[in-house]
């Protein structure tokens, strides 16, 4: 059973910084691409940043510049940095998988639950 588990968010000043984690477990093949999005109340779901399996990464032009994404593939662990918060970054952040489970021929997304971000003074 494959579950990506999201950590690091929390409440933060504006002009802060967080770290958020996520965790890739269970019996995976490979990864194509993982990702972060977020969802502010009243708002759709958007992408934050996307990281490749070539290391390729993009952003969404509200965050670029302050926040970055990264990976530890041997420890199937991706991470988004960002600094210099602002309240437009409060939402819950969720991580997101494109990969294939060992014993599967098909690529599928997974989600995880999410982890809340409050930017506020």
């Known amino acids: 059973q494959v579950q990506l588990v999201e950590s690091g968010g929390g409440l933060v000043q504006p002009g802060g910084s967080l770290r958020l984690s996520c965790a890739a477990s269970?019996?995976?093949?490979?990864?194509?691409?993982m990702a972060w999005y977020r969802q502010a109340p009243g708002k759709q779901r958007e992408l934050v940043a996307r990281?490749?399996?070539?290391?390729?990464?993009n952003y969404a032009d509200s965050v670029k510049g302050r926040f970055t994404i990264s990976r530890d593939s041997a420890k199937n662990m991706r991470y988004l940095q960002m600094n210099s918060l602002k309240p437009e970054d409060t939402a819950a952040y969720y991580c997101?998988?494109?990969?294939?489970?060992?014993?599967?021929?098909?690529?599928?997304?997974?989600w995880g639950q999410g982890t809340q971000v409050t930017v506020s003074s």
């Open positions: 990281i490749y399996s070539s290391g390729t990464t």
């Open positions: 997101h998988a494109n990969l294939r489970p060992n014993g599967s021929t098909k690529y599928n997304e997974y």
């Open positions: 269970g019996s995976i093949f490979s990864i194509t691409a």
